[in-house]
T-cell receptor, first 112, second 116 residues
Framework: LAKTTQPISMDSYEGQEVNITCSHNNIATNDYITWYQQFPSQGPRFIIQGYKTKVTNEVASLFIPADRKSSTLSLPRVSLSDTAVYYC?????????????FGQGTTLQVKP | GAVVSQHPSWVICKSGTSVKIECRSL??????MFWYRQFPKQSLMLMATSNEGSKATYEQGVEKDKFLINHASLTLSTLTVTSAHPEDSSFYIC????????????FGPGTRLTVT
């Protein structure tokens, strides 16, 4: 399983756009990139998933360059409630195993 | 979206007793579920992969006789912590895979276990 590297922490202010970049140099052809958000004492919440180029949903965008060795989660206009830990994971697509190995994640602190 | 529940949400038990934690996929069938453990201020650590109708696959360093996993149906997996000790106190989280062309893995809300 590909290892991921993310910044340990980031600070932002309300209303700003936040971009969290994840490095996954050893991503395999079958791997999808998935981002999760976790609040204290809660299970991780699915944010977005992509394979290549750009994916956008109602809460975030995911940018994946052509070589897929990195990805960037973009959170538009963050609020205090976006303070959480964000995890970038890569793993097999399809219904092979779904096995995910969590890295340390990025702790995002949004300030007023 | 897909919903995964866990029961109980928290439990306190005495050292030496066993505790069972349930993980259910509420609106989808999950042939594969996963169990994680998370200590304070740390990331999730994968403990085992639970497959419906077969034995669980444990990660290296996880004692299979201590953490018993049973995946009895397509919507239920259970984790039993046997002969619990204070060092087993942790946040246990399960997840389930919806399958399809790209897997989406949904997590339960977690179970806080405190062993006294």
């Amino acid at each position: 399983l590909a290892k991921t590297t993310q910044p340990i922490s980031m600070d932002s202010y309300e209303g700003q756009e936040v971009n969290i970049t994840c490095s996954h140099n050893n991503i395999a052809t079958n791997d999808y990139i998935t981002w999760y958000q976790q609040f204290p004492s809660q299970g991780p919440r699915f944010i977005i998933q992509g394979y290549k180029t750009k994916v956008t949903n109602e809460v975030a965008s995911l940018f994946i360059p052509a070589d897929r060795k990195s990805s960037t989660l973009s959170l538009p206009r963050v609020s205090l409630s976006d303070t959480a830990v964000y995890y970038c994971l890569v793993g097999l697509g399809g219904s092979n195993t779904g096995k995910l190995i969590f890295g340390q994640g990025t702790t995002l602190q949004v300030k007023p | 979206g897909a919903v995964v529940s866990q029961h109980p949400s928290w439990v306190i038990c005495k050292s030496g007793t066993s505790v069972k934690i349930e993980c259910r996929s509420l609106d989808f069938q999950a042939t594969t579920m996963f169990w994680y453990r998370q200590f304070p201020k740390q990331s999730l650590m994968l403990m085992a992969t639970s497959n419906e109708g077969s034995k669980a696959t444990y990660e290296q360093g996880v004692e299979k006789d201590k953490f018993l996993i049973n995946h009895a149906s397509l919507t239920l997996s259970t984790l039993t912590v046997t002969s619990a000790h204070p060092e087993d106190s942790s946040f246990y989280i399960c997840s389930a895979v919806t399958g399809g062309k790209s897997y989406e893995q949904y997590f339960g809300p977690g179970t806080r276990l405190t062993v006294t």
